[in-house]
């Protein structure tokens, strides 16, 4: 991890630990990590320094990083307007004008609406929402002479303008999320006066492993509460002092639009059903270009799709973030692929099948300013006979436009 050097400060006896300043080691400790099971962090780019190179080289970024002002933010999304109902039940008259649904929210006047079933698609105008369960329809447009059947799917097509006045109704409900995406994140490491003076080691080269291991440990922890993190708080600390915990990506997908953007794929997954409805879903918003994070089971079912058709690039390159990428294309979108290890490491065997898509163009990694990956020494007690830093970094992940991630679970 950069140039070795004793770090030692001698030994105080008395009266507080001598702390120096903490120092940005950003650029030198985001590659001391385990690539695969650090993806968002191995994404933030940075300097590399390569083996046997002293030279530097950049690489830049694919998740964006962000400084943050607090360790709250809120998050204030206009969500895609309801456009589905689901009916209540059968209507057996052709003229009858009221139309009863399970829940009309979201639905208003002069929207029209048209029946998913197959034989019988009927098309009607909401002519006034009469309550939380039913409607007051114009009915039989387009000549249709349909009976409405019981638990009908709708869609609304359209919406007709009165002329000369009836102004569609202004939206007044945004879907507001209260998130801390901020948590305090420490490593301590350290080696004793004994050991750092005894002739059988180097104390320099003991001192350089102790930062590396804490260096690897850092970003392993700062990894898992990204996807991991249960957004609470917490006084179980030894000084009764609140710990603020992050919210992590996993969660923040599962409780989005009731878990719109979990895909569970029930054990059973063909390459049909994959690159055309599970694709078509995963793009359905934000670009056609997302990658997917995907533990070994997901990759391994996915490496043989498209075999001779080109559509998946089985080659996985090796790239500057350590991280072996590929390439699934679809009608839909492309998916950039990464084996990631990180949730092999906390999901139990019967999660195994597991990945999540995201944009990476709206995923972004916050972090306090001045608080990103910072080696602070002399933080030892006074008369420990001991030498003692640490890493510490007040980060988290924030996803922005979250209908446009997905998790994809359960391949079978």
């Not at 020494?377 to 924030?398: M, R």
Request: net charge negative; charged share 20%; hydrophobic share 35%.
């Amino acid at each position: 991890m950069g140039t070795e050097k004793n770090t030692s400060k001698g030994v105080q006896t008395g009266g507080t630990a001598h702390t120096e300043l903490g120092r940005d080691v950003s650029n030198v400790i985001w590659h001391e990590t385990d690539s695969r099971n650090t993806p968002i962090i191995s994404l933030l780019g940075g300097k590399l320094f390569q083996d046997g190179n002293d030279a530097e080289t950049d690489v830049p970024a694919i998740v964006q990083k962000e400084k943050a002002t607090e360790y709250k933010y809120e998050v204030l999304e206009k969500d895609a307007l309801t456009r589905s109902w689901v009916g209540g039940v059968a209507v057996a008259s052709t003229s009858e004008e009221t139309i009863p649904f399970v829940a009309t929210s979201g639905m208003q006047a002069g929207m029209l609406l048209r029946s998913k079933t197959k034989n019988t698609p009927e098309v009607v105008l909401a002519i006034t929402i009469t309550s939380s369960t039913s409607i007051e329809a114009k009915r039989n447009l387009g000549a249709t002479e349909y009976q409405v059947a019981g638990g009908e799917t709708w869609k609304c097509v359209g919406f007709a303008q009165k002329d000369g006045g009836s102004k569609r109704g202004i939206r007044t409900v945004l879907a507001a999320a209260r998130t801390r995406y901020l948590q305090v994140q420490r490593n301590t490491f350290g080696i004793t006066l004994q050991l750092q003076n005894s002739d059988e080691l180097t104390n320099v080269k003991a001192w350089s492993e102790e930062m590396k291991l804490a260096a690897r440990e850092h970003n392993l922890d700062k990894e898992g509460t990204f996807w991991y993190g249960p957004n609470a708080d917490s006084t179980t600390d030894s000084a009764s002092n609140v710990v603020y915990l992050a919210r992590g990506i996993l969660q923040e997908i599962r409780q989005y639009n009731e878990g719109s953007n979990v895909i569970d794929l029930n054990g059973s997954m063909d390459e049909e059903a994959f690159l055309g409805d599970v694709m078509e879903q995963v793009f359905a918003t934000g670009p056609s270009k997302k990658m997917g994070l995907l533990d070994g089971r997901f990759l391994s079912k996915i490496m043989g799709f498209g075999i001779g058709k080109q559509q998946l690039q089985p080659s996985m390159k090796e790239t500057p973030y350590g991280l072996a990428i590929g390439t699934l294309v679809s009608v839909h979108g492309i998916l950039k692929v990464v084996h990631q290890g990180v949730t092999s490491i906390f999901n139990s065997a019967e999660e195994q099948g597991f990945g999540t898509v995201i944009d990476p163009e709206r995923t972004v990694y916050k972090h306090l300013m001045d608080m990103d990956n910072r080696y602070q020494e002399g933080i030892e007690t006074p008369g420990d006979l001991v030498n003692e830093a640490q890493f510490y970094s007040v980060c988290g992940a924030s996803l922005r436009s979250r209908s446009h991630h997905f998790i994809i679970e359960n391949i079978g």
